[in-house]
Each structure stands twice: as C-alpha cells, then as structure tokens.
C-alpha cells in the first residue's frame, strides 16, 4: 500500500512531461492543421539551449527559472523563423506535404545541433536544492518531481486563459474553425499562425528545458519525443488542450505502475491504452470528428496509365536492368539489389497512399516484420530462403490486417500518427525483446542458399520479384477493386451509398501494401546477412514517403521512379558528406515548396504540356 | 464607392465569371439577381479576395483591390456576409462579435456590442450562447452583425434570406433597410426578386457568369421579359 502514493506522484510527474510536449503540438495542430514533425527536435532545442544558459547562470533557483523562461523565448523565437522560412508557404499544399516538410526541418535541426553542441550527451549539473527530497507516505520523493507536478496543471491553466479570455485566444479559436472567414473579417492569418507557432514552439522549449534535470541533452529526443507526443495528441483528440491533458495523465500513471508490474510492458501498455481509446472513442478522449477544415481542397490526384512512349522508355529501363550485372560491377550491383528493395518500399507505400488514401509515417514497420519473420524462421527454426520469402510476405500482411482492423476508420491524420505510433512500438519490441529478435545487435547470419550467395543472381531474384509485385500492384490498381478503393478514398459516404464496403476495401488495401513491403524487408535481410531494429526506424519510414512523394501521387511510375532516385542520391550523399541529414532535409523542404506534385507528376504535366501546346 | 470591371475567375479549368461588370454607389443598395449557379457568389468572394480573379478590376473608393489578401480587403471597409452564415460554432455570441471588431473608421459611428443588439434585439438575450446553438435566423443575424463590428462603409451580403422562416425574412429585411438608412452601401446576392424589392435601388441581372442586364429596381419591374428569361425558376 505505502507505495502507491510516491507511484502515483512518479506518474503525475510523468504526466507534466508528456503534456509540455504534447500541448504546443496539439495547439499548433489545432489552429494550422500542420501536424508538425519538427516539435521533438524542438524540444531537442529546448534542451540544448537550457544547457547552455542554466550552466552559464548562478545555480540559484531563481535564476533556474529565469534560465528556463530564456530557454523557452529562445525557442519560440526559433519557431518563428521556422514558421515564417518554411510553414508559411505549405499551408495550401496538401497535408503529407507538410508533414515532409516538417520532417525536412527535423534533419536540418539534427545535424545543426550536432554541428553546434557535438555528439555527446550533456547532463546538467545539479545544485543541491535540485537533489533534494520530500518525504511522502514514508518514503523519498524527489523534490524538483513535485515541481513538475505543479507546472503541468499550471501551464494548462496559463493556456486556458490565453485561449479563452484574450482576444488573440478568441481568433485562435475561430481559426481552428473557419480561417477563410477569419481573414474575411480582417484578421491577418499570418501573424496569428505565427504567433501559434511560436507559443507551441516555446512550449517545446520549456518542455526540453525542464527534463534537463532527469535527464540530460543527447540528440536521441527529438524522434523519442515525437512518437511520445503523437500518442499523446492522439489518444486526447487531436487539437484539444484538455484532452491532451487528461491522455498525459491517464498515460503518464499507467506507466508509472506498469513498470512496477510488468518492468517490459510499458511500451505496448501506451499502445494498448491507445488502440482501446480508440476503439471506443475513434476521436480521442476529447477530440470531436473533424471537420473538414474550410479552405478549397486540392482533389486527390487520379492515377492515369502512362502514355504509350514512357511505356516504351520503362520497357527500355527494365532491359536495361536486366543486363545491368553484365556493364557494372559488385558495389553497383549491390546498389541496385537495394534499389529493387526501395521500390516494393515505396510502391507498397504508394498503393495505400495514393488509390489507398491513407498515409502512413510507418511504412518500415511493415518491412521490419518481413525482415524478422524471415530471420527468426532462420534463426530458430533454420527455415531456409525461399520459405522465408514467403513467410514474409504472409507475416507482414497479417499483422498489417489486425493494425488496419483498428485504424481503419480513422481520418487521416489520425492515421498517419497511429502508422507512426505503431511503428515505433515494432521498433521497441525489436530493440528490448533481446532474448528473441538480439535486440540492437540484430539476428545476424541472414545468409541465402549458395545459389544465389552471388550478387548476380540475388540482383535478378530481386529485380524479378520487384517488378513483378509492382506489376500486381498495378494490375490490382486498374482491376474493379482499385476502381472501388479509389471510389473509397473520394468519398466515403457516397462509396458506401451504392453499396461498397469501404472498411474491407482499405483493409484490403493494407494487407497487400503490408505483404509487398514485408517481402522487400525480407529481401533486404537476405541482401545484407542480417535483420536489424534500424530496419523499423522513423527515418526509415520516412525515406518510403520521401520515395513516394519525390515521383508524386498521380502515376504507377511514381514511386518507382521516386525510389530510384532517391536510393542513387542517398548513395552519393552518405558517401560524399557527413552532413548529409542537413542536405538531405535541405533537399526536401526545397522540393516540397518547389515541387508539390512530385518528380514524375512534374515531368508528366510538362510532357503533356508539350503534346498539347 | 465598388466598381467592378471586366472580372474573370475560374475554378480550375472552370470559367465562372466572364467579363463581370457592375457599380455600387456610395449609400446605394444594389441587387445581384440571378439563378442558382449565376456566379453572384463568386462574384463576391472574388470582391473580398476568398477566390483570386483571374484578371480584371474591383475598384472600391478608387483603389484596385483585385487580387489582395481577403484581411487587406476587409480592413479597407469591406464587410462580407457569406451565404451559408459560416458562425463560429464553439463561440458565444459575444466571441463571435469580438473577432469580427475592427477600428472605428473616419466619418463612421462606430459599431459596439450594445449598439447592434438595439439592432437584433434577439442577439442581445444570448450573448454566452455558442453560435452552433442558435437557430437558422439567429445566426444569420448574428453574421450581419459580426460583420458590422468591423465598421464596414459597404457590405456584401449574399442571400441573407435562404432557408429563413418568412416572419425572420420579414425583421431581416427591415435590419437591412435600418442600415441602409444610417447610410451603409449595400451589395445584396439574391435568387429571386422578392425579397430585393423593398430593399434596393438597383439591379443588376447575372447569367451564366457575366451582367446581362442593368438598371433599377422599377425599370426591372417593368421589364417582363428580362424577368421571365432570366429570373423565372
């Protein structure tokens, strides 16, 4: 009994945490409908500008506090330069855009901080009145874990306020409603976003500040952070400060004696509590459906057979690869097996994405299953390659079936975050679960049978099975069932009206996309002799959405032409700088702003344009 | 005070207003009269800036405001009613007038809280009810006047009638000829002539994206022809 309380107290702690990071996204979500992937590295900020001005100061507790409110402008006056220099001009592009966008910010921030604070962590020197102890129900309980009890129900009050008794608050509130009416009524949206994003970015800020004294800087917490955040956001309701509180609570406390309980359970025990929430309240606690925010809405692009002459180019390129292993050799050759792999990757991802609708930020999950299903069968049971190959395929669609099963009726951006969430729970059980998957050593000796132990023929397996499954993909596409999943993604309501099971369709269309993307996971693991948890993460995902989208939407070809240049540039990046997270990210907030169509809806719209003119 | 000249917007490869030309004068009530699908809506939203114009001039008090942000052009004295009401459902009455204030303007008695519930009496016996509680004629009342706050020298006012009960129709049309008297140039988009008729000075007929017929109100009246080709349902 006597450790309930000091628990409890553990979890509410917990809980102030999870709602700093959680509030400034939920508010930014909430008024510019930007699902903001920059928010951990944020936070990241937070923390390492917190270092650096709380150790330069007096170890005094009011100077403490001034150090953090410095910290927390700082950052909001970074999130205005974000906002203004990027977010600004995605507000009209349509939402995965942005979320790349934001993830491009995320790997400008990484390689920044790396290049500003170097690689390694910085803790905070404690003064002793930070150290200290209150004794509660017998027992020792951290003195600065009550502070941040206190901060958290504060800081929601302070928002309360500012959102419901201010004017800026009642603008902000009718934004989240009706922006176009708002600037009928002249209101200048720009500087309301810009003030919204500078009050979630300095909440990010004040949240990596505070964590400073339990944990320390490391350049680990912006994608920690934004799995942890996005699950908050989600299971409270999208936009709702309220609900984004009681989800840390709710959260935040189930951890603290989870880990008691059951020390392995508390990563599946947050998916657990979310896939339940959702189960009975798809919106989140707090959330209400969303409505469609009123601005004109691009429509979704229509996937069109590519003309007569690009057939013959990609007939041309397909001979090309075929007779590939004969002009280059072993380096290339292994380049190009992993450019086979990125294409079931990307034209996996693309069949949900785009006739799907439904985006996800957690593609590798799906590879990382067809990787592990086809090690551990290795590994355990000495299953040999072809076996393998077909468990994966299996595996991935399995479990992407039970995944969809839950997920399937949410919008979206719910969706895109749950994608996300899930993917970082595959990536948890992958890395903890030592006994069984290795964890960060990985399963190693992934071999192929002696036959295809030669780069050439596992080049032409891969090639093979490749174009192949992107062959069904496209088949499926133009067959009455892709006519009717894209009738799906257009309209629901009138999908269902003459009669077609929208729900089945899009589990459907997440048991093929999961089964195409487990079987290039598999490949990969035989390409490389080994399965590991990087395989599941988010920069992972996030490289089939930046395939996806670099060849757009709007044609079959896309993803593949996507994945092809993408693994090329990659290749030269990595292997010419080290700041590649820097260009890389640079890269595609360029395209994003530039380029919202993609590379192939770009060249396709200009080659039309040519035939019409 | 508006003058409109040779305006052009599309919806993507849809060419919805061609070559639109019309006048409001200041202190004047003008009616936009036209079928379902005419292009008067369209024709406001391009004047306020919601839909970029292809090309042509929206000239209101001498300025071309054709192609500025919609808060610019509010700011500048234009008010916009929308014709599907658009509250703020979640705000209260008073939220909902509190983002629509703006400055008071030169010349202007200034619109308060106090002044436009003397105008709507019914607004003023909910003012902490959200906007998303209050009935059809409520919330287009509440929309004038949240409109009103920002002190506009002309308003757009598209179909203020629809789906009203005829006794609402009736007191809106009498809030409007109140406002026209205190000297507020009016815009009015409207489907049939009816409710029009005790409200404004003039007409303008629109057909398919462009003004095919002008004048006033007792001209129109006149004119069988005009109202049978373009106006009968």
């Known amino acids: 009994m006597s450790s309930i309380l000091p628990q409890l107290l553990t979890g509410l702690a917990t809980a102030s945490s999870l709602f700093l990071i959680s509030a400034g996204l939920t508010i930014i979500f909430g008024v510019s409908r930007i699902v903001n992937f920059s928010h951990g590295s944020l936070m990241m900020l937070g923390a390492y500008i917190g270092w650096s001005i709380l150790t330069r100061l007096p170890r005094e507790p009011e100077w403490f506090a001034l150090g953090i409110l410095a910290t927390a402008l700082a950052t909001a006056l970074i999130g205005v330069v974000l906002e203004m220099a990027v977010l600004r001009r995605v507000y009209r592009s349509p939402e995965l855009f942005q979320l790349l966008a934001t993830f491009g910010v995320v790997l400008i921030i990484q390689d920044v901080t790396l290049l500003l604070w170097g690689p390694t962590e910085l803790p905070l020197p404690r003064p002793r009145w930070l150290r200290g102890f209150v004794e509660v129900a017998g027992s020792r309980f951290p003195l600065y874990d009550l502070v941040l009890i206190a901060i958290g129900p504060l800081v929601l009050g302070l928002l309360w306020l500012a959102l419901n008794r201010t004017r800026w608050g009642t603008l902000v509130r009718a934004a989240t409603l009706d922006r176009e009416m708002v600037a009928a009524l002249g209101v200048d949206q720009r500087r309301l976003f810009t003030s919204v994003f500078a009050l979630g970015a300095g909440l990010a800020g004040l949240g990596g500040a505070l964590s400073l004294p339990n944990a320390s800087a490391n350049l680990g917490i912006d994608l920690s952070v934004i799995a942890d955040a996005f699950v908050v956001v989600v299971v409270g309701g999208l936009g709702s400060l309220p609900g984004a509180f009681l989800a840390s609570v709710l959260i935040g406390v189930l951890q603290a004696f989870g880990i008691v309980l059951v020390p392995k359970i508390t990563l599946v025990l947050v998916f657990l509590v979310m896939a339940v929430v959702l189960v009975f309240r798809p919106n989140g606690l707090l959330g209400r459906p969303q409505t469609e925010a009123r601005e004109a809405t691009v429509a979704a692009p229509v996937v069109r057979p590519a003309p007569p002459a690009l057939r013959l180019l990609g007939a041309a390129a397909l001979a090309l690869a075929v007779a590939a292993p004969f002009i280059v050799g072993g380096y290339y050759l292994t380049v190009l097996t992993d450019a086979c792999v990125a294409i079931l990757f990307a034209a996996s991802l693309h069949f949900m994405m785009g006739p799907g609708g439904m985006a996800s930020f957690g593609h590798a999950a799906w590879f990382g299953i067809g990787a592990y299903a086809a090690g551990l069968l290795l590994h355990w049971a000495g299953a040999p390659m072809p076996l393998g190959l077909l468990a994966a395929p299996v595996a991935a669609g399995i479990v992407s079936g039970l995944f969809g099963w839950f997920v399937v009726r949410l919008s979206g951006v719910y969706l895109a975050m749950l994608t996300l969430a899930f993917a970082q729970i595959a990536w948890a059980v992958s890395f903890q679960w030592v006994e069984v998957t290795g964890g960060d050593n990985g399963l190693l000796g992934v071999w192929p049978p002696d036959w295809a132990r030669d780069p050439r023929p596992y080049y032409w397996m891969a090639l093979a099975l490749s174009v192949g499954v992107a062959l069904l993909l496209r088949r499926a596409l133009y067959a009455p069932y892709g006519y009717a999943l894209r009738a799906a993604r257009d309209s629901a309501p009138r999908a269902r009206a003459i009669g077609l099971d929208v729900e089945r369709l899009r589990i459907v269309a997440l048991v093929i996309a999961g089964a195409a993307c487990g079987l290039g996971g598999a490949i990969f693991a035989y390409g490389k002799g080994g399965v590991f948890p990087t395989y599941i993460s988010i920069p992972h995902s996030v490289e089939a959405l930046l395939m996806v989208l670099l060849g757009g939407l709007q044609t079959v070809a896309g993803p593949i032409i996507g994945a092809l240049v993408y693994t090329g540039l990659a290749d030269i990046l990595v292997r010419s700088t080290d700041l590649w997270r820097l260009v890389l990210g640079a890269v595609i907030v360029v395209l994003v702003v530039a380029f919202p169509e993609g590379i192939a809806g770009a060249v396709r719209r200009l080659w039309l344009r040519g035939r019409e003119a | ?233």
């Open chain 2, 1 to 233: 005070m508006l003058a409109v000249h040779g305006l052009n917007t599309h919806y993507g490869r849809a060419h919805i207003l061609q070559d639109m030309a019309f006048e409001v004068g200041a202190g004047e009530a003008m009616v936009l009269l036209g079928r379902n699908g005419a292009g008067k809506s369209t024709a406001m939203k391009s004047i306020i800036g919601l839909v970029q114009p292809t090309s042509g001039r929206i000239l209101f008090g001498g300025r071309d405001i054709a192609g500025e942000a919609p808060h610019r052009i509010a700011r500048s004295g234009l008010g916009y009613v929308p014709e599907d009401r658009r509250v703020f459902a979640d705000l209260t009455v008073m939220e909902n007038l509190e983002v629509g204030r703006q400055p008071a303007r030169e010349g202007l008695r200034p619109w308060t809280p106090a002044r436009l519930f003397e105008l709507f009496p019914n607004l003023g016996r909910m003012r902490d009810r959200p906007g998303g509680r209050m009935s059809g004629g409520e919330q287009q009342m509440l929309t004038i006047a949240r409109t009103l706050m920002g002190n506009p020298r002309l308003v757009l006012l598209d179909e203020p009638s629809e789906g009203l009960a005829p006794v609402i129709v009736q007191a809106m049309a009498e809030a409007i000829l109140a406002l026209k008297a205190e000297g507020l140039t009016i815009l009015l988009a409207e489907q049939n002539s009816h409710f029009a008729e005790g409200i404004a000075d003039r007409a303008t007929v629109v057909e398919k994206g462009r003004a095919v017929w002008s004048g006033t109100m007792a001209a129109l009246r006149a004119d069988e022809s005009v109202r049978a080709q373009y106006l009968a349902l």
